[in-house]
């Protein structure tokens, strides 16, 4: 898969996350950081604060695929997402 396919996914992790950290519980007070639940993804084109030299993780099942910038993670520490075989935990 080229980087150009995982970065259509991973954009959506940012706009996701300032409204999923809205939705979410307050954290314990000893946690530096806010998790994502259930991020929105954007395609390629809308993913202009991506570069090709950004380190993601990546999520194939099926046909589907999905990226998690390292950046964003980073700055959350965790998302709890979806994947066809059920709930998952990305961290970085």
Request: proline share 9%.
């Given at each position: 898969?080229?980087?150009?396919?995982?970065?259509?996914?991973a954009?959506?992790?940012?706009?996701?996350?300032?409204?999923?950290?809205?939705?979410?519980?307050?954290?314990?007070?000893?946690?530096?950081?806010?998790?994502?639940?259930?991020?929105?993804?954007?395609?390629?084109?809308?993913?202009?604060?991506?570069?090709?030299?950004?380190?993601?993780?990546?999520?194939?099942?099926?046909?589907?695929?999905?990226?998690?910038?390292?950046?964003?993670?980073?700055q959350?520490?965790?998302?709890?997402?979806?994947?066809?075989?059920?709930?998952?935990?990305?961290?970085?």
């Amino acid at each position: 898969m080229t980087n150009q396919r995982i970065v259509f996914v991973a954009s959506a992790l940012l706009l996701a996350s300032t409204g999923a950290a809205q939705q979410a519980p307050a954290p314990a007070p000893s946690l530096p950081y806010v998790a994502v639940h259930d991020p929105e993804f954007l395609a390629a084109a809308d993913a202009t604060f991506m570069h090709d030299e950004d380190r993601v993780i990546g999520l194939m099942s099926g046909t589907t695929a999905k990226a998690y910038p390292a950046a964003i993670l980073s700055q959350h520490g965790l998302v709890e997402d979806r994947s066809p075989s059920g709930p998952i935990a990305v961290t970085w």
